[in-house]
Each structure stands twice: as structure tokens, then as C-alpha cells.
Nanobody, 122 residues
Framework: QVQLVESGGGLVQAGGSLRLSCAAS??????MGWFRQAPGKEREFVAA????????YYADSVKSRFTISRDNAKNTVYLQMNSLKPEDTAVYYC?????????????????WGQGTQVKVSS
């Protein structure tokens, strides 16, 4: 059974940093992504990485502040978030894609984690 388990969320002041982790059990995937959903807003793409090549993709709103990476040995994907802003406050979800698809579309991902809350205070 495939499971994605996120961790690392929490409360941080603006300008601070957090690192989210997503441990995948059961198998590896073609691509892993991070999405977020703020209260009253739609879910949005944050970052993605292809597992084999390590190619990365970012939303414009987080580019240069967030870094996605993976650890093959641990089957874990990370999202390092620096220079956090209050508008980064959301529930962050890890997602996994089996094959080629649009990395920005949540509907192209087959498996999802339970989410981890990130709150950035001003």
C-alpha cells in the first residue's frame, strides 16, 4: 500500500524557515510535488521534482525562496522554505505522479499525503 507521510510543518515568524518532509512508502514515482491550500482558496502548485533526473519546477511565488529536493536512499522528498511570508500560510500537501503529466495539475497526481499545516506570523 502506497503511503505519503508529510512532516515538518509548524508556526514560524515572517522571514523564518521551515523544512517539510514527505516519506513515500510502497514504491517510487516518476515525479513528486508539493501543493498548498490556504483557507478559502483553491489548492495551488508549489514545487515538483522528477525522481530519476532530479529536474525541479517552481511556482513563481516561491521561486528563489523554496527548494525541493529528494533523498533516493530514504525515498523522501523535502521542501526547504526560506524567507517565509504570511501569505505562505496554508496546509501543504505532498503528491506523487506515476508517469508523465502536467506537474502543475493536482489532478495528474495519483497519491496524496494527509497535509501539514504551515503558519507564518507577521
Amino acid at each position: 500500500q502506497v503511503q505519503l507521510v508529510e512532516s515538518g510543518g509548524g508556526l514560524v515568524q515572517a522571514g523564518g524557515s521551515l523544512r517539510l518532509s514527505c516519506a513515500a512508502s510502497g514504491r517510487t514515482f516518476y515525479r513528486m510535488g508539493w501543493f498548498r491550500q490556504a483557507p478559502g482558496k483553491e489548492r495551488e502548485f508549489v514545487a515538483a521534482i522528477t525522481w530519476a533526473a532530479g529536474r525541479t519546477y517552481y511556482a513563481d511565488s516561491v521561486k528563489s525562496r523554496f527548494t525541493i529536493s529528494r533523498d533516493n536512499a530514504k525515498n523522501t522528498v523535502y521542501l526547504q522554505m526560506n524567507s517565509l511570508k504570511p501569505e505562505d500560510t496554508a496546509v501543504y500537501y505532498c503528491a506523487a505522479m506515476n508517469g508523465g503529466g502536467d506537474y502543475r495539475l493536482g489532478s495528474d497526481y495519483s497519491n496524496w499525503g494527509q497535509g501539514t499545516q504551515v503558519k507564518v506570523s507577521s
